[in-house]
């Protein structure tokens, strides 16, 4: 062991847990949150669950805006909450239901974990996560809520009222969840969500991220993951941006409506972005 570290070929995670240091260089700040967690986990046992933050990543929900450079575990043995080290421990009362199993360690359930972690965390950050449990089917708009409930009157939740309903499976990535919350705190209509698009026949042309019927405007978020997803071996990404090209003129031709797309920066300048998104809904509608 003491060669391995060295030679530097194996990464120290915490006390007592080693990894290859090539598979820790390889992993994103969440995976790397995962394996820190999983690692805390273990060094515990049974005395705490994986809970907040580190119950998010463990149930594998998108994260956006969140720290993690602890591990947050919930005492189950009425222990003190303190920090110590890389672990926020919480004090926390626990039912039986609130516990469950994953990938063999304790956590809490996924929506105790979403509500925690969110309460802390702004509204934009709130329904960021709440829209990804939601799309994973650890939950659904009932059972949220149903949670929000129970919690509703612990510290820092009473301004989850908001993103708790406005939760929706539909939002399919983080950058379209950011983008409803814009479109909330503007002011903006309340676009449809997932809006299908056929042609005179009634094939399928197209599905958007979002749909203003009223004003005529179809909308669509543009992450570069996106493209990336749409990419088949060996195809250059020039092709990809080419063909959504191409499919936003049949969109357009087939509706005989607008087309704004929001890209990652546009959520740096809130402000400026609602000001030409509701120019466009205005020129169009």
């Known amino acids: 062991m003491s060669a391995a570290m060295r030679s530097r070929s194996w990464h120290r995670i915490r006390r007592?847990?080693?990894?290859?240091?090539?598979?820790?260089?390889?992993?994103?700040?969440v995976g790397r949150h995962r394996v820190l967690s999983r690692a805390v986990a273990h060094s515990l046992g049974d005395a705490v669950a994986l809970s907040h933050v580190s119950g998010l990543v463990t149930h594998g929900v998108d994260l956006w805006g969140v720290d993690l450079r602890?591990?947050?575990?919930?005492?189950?043995?009425?222990?003190?909450?303190?920090?110590?080290?890389?672990?926020?421990?919480?004090?926390?009362?626990?039912?039986?239901?609130?516990?469950?199993?994953?990938?063999?360690?304790?956590?809490?359930?996924?929506?105790?974990?979403?509500?925690e972690t969110a309460s802390r965390a702004s509204n934009e950050v709130a329904l960021v996560l709440f829209d990804g449990l939601l799309r994973i089917g650890l939950a659904?708009?009932?059972?949220?809520?149903?949670?929000?409930?129970?919690?509703?009157?612990w510290p820092y939740t009473q301004h989850?009222?908001?993103?708790?309903?406005?939760?929706?499976?539909?939002?399919?990535?983080?950058?379209?969840?950011?983008?409803?919350?814009?479109?909330?705190?503007?002011?903006?209509?309340?676009?449809?969500?997932?809006?299908?698009?056929?042609?005179v026949s009634g094939e399928l042309i197209g599905?958007?991220?979002?749909?203003?019927?009223?004003?005529?405007?179809?909308?669509?978020f543009d992450g570069w993951m996106k493209y990336g997803r749409l990419l088949k071996p060996g195809q250059d990404p020039g092709d990809v941006v080419f063909q959504e090209k191409v499919r936003e003129d049949r969109l357009r031709e087939a509706t005989g409506m607008g087309m704004v797309r929001l890209i990652w920066s546009d959520y740096q300048t809130p402000e400026a972005t609602a000001r030409r998104l509701r120019a466009q809904l205005k020129r169009v509608g």
């Open 16 to 29: 007592g847990y080693y990894t290859f240091t090539d598979e820790w260089a390889g992993l994103d700040p």
């Open 140 to 153: 659904d708009a009932d059972a949220l809520f149903g949670q929000f409930t129970l919690m509703e009157h």
């Open 160 to 199: 989850l009222h908001v993103p708790v309903r406005m939760a929706d499976a539909r939002s399919r990535s983080v950058g379209e969840s950011r983008g409803r919350w814009l479109f909330r705190s503007a002011g903006l209509p309340t676009p449809a969500l997932q809006y299908e698009v056929r042609n």
């Open 70 to 115: 602890r591990v947050h575990v919930t005492r189950l043995d009425g222990g003190p909450g303190r920090i110590e080290g890389d672990v926020v421990h919480h004090e926390g009362r626990c039912i039986a239901d609130d516990v469950v199993e994953r990938d063999g360690v304790a956590v809490l359930r996924a929506t105790r974990c979403a509500i």
């Open 207 to 220: 599905t958007t991220d979002w749909a203003w019927l009223g004003e005529g405007v179809l909308g669509e």
